[in-house]
């Protein structure tokens, strides 16, 4: 008996051992969780801009947008985070995105997808044609 309390003594000691030197010295200062991740996260560079800046800049592009049915698509939900662009325009311009990839990532076929969402087989639908050639992206419409 002695020795079996002695080995369960020992398992405890080493687990306190071992727990007090992974678990974070802030974890549970004010709940179950360690308050320095938001000082982490909040470290993280800002890579998007918000389409507010973009369309104070890209009118052109802004009115084309709003009066199809892409109204509703941010402009960085197709061109990725453009934050640096913004911070230096003259210097950092956006590629522009490759339509072969951009719009079969919203609109290939899958049955998982809203029935009513405008789905089409692309393979088959536009034969290997690039989208742009058809639809204008800002305004998809023919
Ligand atoms: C302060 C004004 C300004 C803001 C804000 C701005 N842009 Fe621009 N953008 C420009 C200018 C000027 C150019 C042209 C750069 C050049 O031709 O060298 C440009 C170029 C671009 C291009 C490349 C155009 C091409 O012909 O290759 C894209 C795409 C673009 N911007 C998207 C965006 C998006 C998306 C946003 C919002 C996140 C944005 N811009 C915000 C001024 C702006
Ligand atoms: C549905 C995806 C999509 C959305 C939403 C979108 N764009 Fe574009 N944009 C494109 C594509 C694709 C091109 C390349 C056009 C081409 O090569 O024909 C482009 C081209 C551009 C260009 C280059 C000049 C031109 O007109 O071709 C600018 C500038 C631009 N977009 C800005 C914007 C801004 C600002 C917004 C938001 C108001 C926006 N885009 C929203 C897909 C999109
Ligand atoms: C980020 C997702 C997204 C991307 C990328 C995108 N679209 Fe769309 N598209 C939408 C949404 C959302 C609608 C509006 C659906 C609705 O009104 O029910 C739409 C509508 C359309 C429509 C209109 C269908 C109709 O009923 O008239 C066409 C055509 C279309 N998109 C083509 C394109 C093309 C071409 C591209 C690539 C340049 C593209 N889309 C990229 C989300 C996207
Ligand atoms: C040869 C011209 C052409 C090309 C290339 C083309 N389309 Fe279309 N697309 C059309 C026509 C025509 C319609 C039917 C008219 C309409 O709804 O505006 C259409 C309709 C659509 C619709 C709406 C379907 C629905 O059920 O409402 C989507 C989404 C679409 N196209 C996406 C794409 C995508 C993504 C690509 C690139 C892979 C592409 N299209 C390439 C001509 C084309």
Do not use: W
């Amino acid at each position: 008996m002695v020795r079996v309390a002695l080995v369960l003594a020992a398992g405890v000691v080493l687990f306190l051992v071992v727990r007090n030197m992974v678990v974070p010295k802030d974890f549970g200062r004010y709940g179950h969780f360690r308050p320095e991740a938001l000082a982490v996260i909040r470290a993280h560079p800002v890579a998007f801009a918000g389409q507010g800046t973009c369309v104070a800049c890209h009118d052109d592009q802004a009115k084309e947008r709003a009066a199809g049915k892409h109204a509703h698509v941010a402009c960085e939900a197709c061109h990725g985070p453009q934050a640096a662009h913004v911070a230096d325009i003259a210097n950092v311009k956006p590629a522009l995105p490759d339509v072969a990839t951009l719009c079969a990532r919203c609109h290939e076929q899958n049955a998982a997808k809203p029935k009513g969402f405008p789905q089409v087989v692309t393979a088959e639908h536009s034969g290997g044609v690039a989208c742009n050639t058809c639809h204008k992206p800002h305004n998809p419409q023919i």
